[in-house]
């Protein structure tokens, strides 16, 4: 076994130690406007369930050197709609995490379809069988010299799912099909299903 200090390395040493090993990472497609009204849309594996009451996710966005235009636009108006990746779409969001200025959108340069959203004013997309309309609860600047990077918690004020996948208020895995980010260009999809009761 080897122990490493992260203190004596470098932020991409560790990030390689994360990536390679927090695996697999489900992938959020977020969705957020800017107040010029453009649309961007762009992929994060740092992202997960933070509560079921209320519901609630979490996603974190590194600052390489600057905001985000996906952080920048969740400060602005607060909203923002996350997308389950799945082996569908997952071609068309891979081409959402070219690096574009704000003007530009991710989601014309993808030829993604926009949808309006129910309860927000930011847009989702049509290319997503479970997609997560999301309100900003807390915003969380992290890191010592920077921040390095912003993780924002946002309650889940309206689901929408594709009636195929649903039944008895249940989400079929299969249906799904849902694609995770390993480390490098490598993804992986759902595999074999096995089930372990829990000790009573």
Same mark, same amino acid.
């Given at each position: 076994?080897?122990?490493?200090? $992260?203190?004596?390395?470098?932020?991409? &040493?560790?990030?390689?130690?994360? #990536?390679?090993?927090?695996?697999? %990472?489900?992938?959020?497609?977020?969705?957020?406007?800017?107040?010029?009204?453009?649309?961007?849309?762009?992929?994060?594996?740092?992202?997960?369930?933070?509560? +079921? !009451?209320?519901?609630?996710?979490?996603?974190?966005?590194? @600052?390489?050197?600057?905001?985000?235009?996906?952080? %920048?636009?969740?400060?602005?108006?607060?909203?923002?709609?996350?997308?389950?990746? &799945?082996?569908?779409?997952?071609?068309?969001? !891979?081409?959402?995490?070219?690096?574009?200025?704000?003007?530009?959108?991710?989601?014309?340069?993808? !030829?993604?379809?926009?949808?309006?959203?129910?309860? #927000? +004013?930011?847009? =989702? #997309?049509?290319? /997503?069988?479970? @997609?997560?309309?999301?309100?900003?609860?807390?915003?969380?600047?992290?890191?010592?010299?920077? $921040?390095?990077?912003?993780?924002? #918690? =946002?309650?889940?004020?309206?689901?929408?799912?594709?009636?195929?996948?649903?039944?008895? =208020?249940?989400?079929? $895995? @299969? =249906?799904?099909?849902?694609?995770? %980010?390993?480390?490098?260009? /490598?993804?992986?999809?759902?595999?074999?299903?096995?089930?372990?009761?829990? $000790?009573?």
């Amino acid at each position: 076994m080897i122990s490493i200090d $992260p203190k004596q390395n470098s932020e991409r &040493d560790n990030y390689k130690l994360l #990536i390679g090993s927090i695996i697999p %990472r489900p992938i959020a497609f977020v969705t957020t406007q800017s107040s010029e009204g453009v649309v961007n849309g762009a992929p994060f594996s740092y992202f997960n369930i933070v509560s +079921s !009451n209320p519901p609630m996710v979490s996603v974190s966005i590194q @600052r390489p050197n600057k905001l985000k235009d996906t952080a %920048r636009n969740i400060y602005d108006n607060e909203q923002f709609v996350v997308h389950i990746v &799945d082996d569908e779409n997952v071609a068309k969001i !891979n081409e959402t995490a070219a690096s574009l200025p704000p003007e530009q959108s991710e989601i014309e340069l993808a !030829n993604l379809t926009l949808v309006p959203s129910t309860n #927000i +004013s930011v847009p =989702g #997309i049509k290319e /997503s069988k479970f @997609r997560m309309e999301c309100k900003l609860v807390q915003a969380i600047p992290l890191g010592g010299d920077g $921040p390095g990077s912003d993780l924002f #918690i =946002g309650e889940i004020v309206t689901f929408h799912v594709d009636d195929a996948i649903y039944e008895k =208020g249940r989400i079929d $895995p @299969r =249906g799904l099909n849902a694609v995770s %980010r390993l480390a490098g260009t /490598s993804y992986a999809k759902i595999g074999e299903i096995f089930s372990i009761d829990r $000790p009573k």
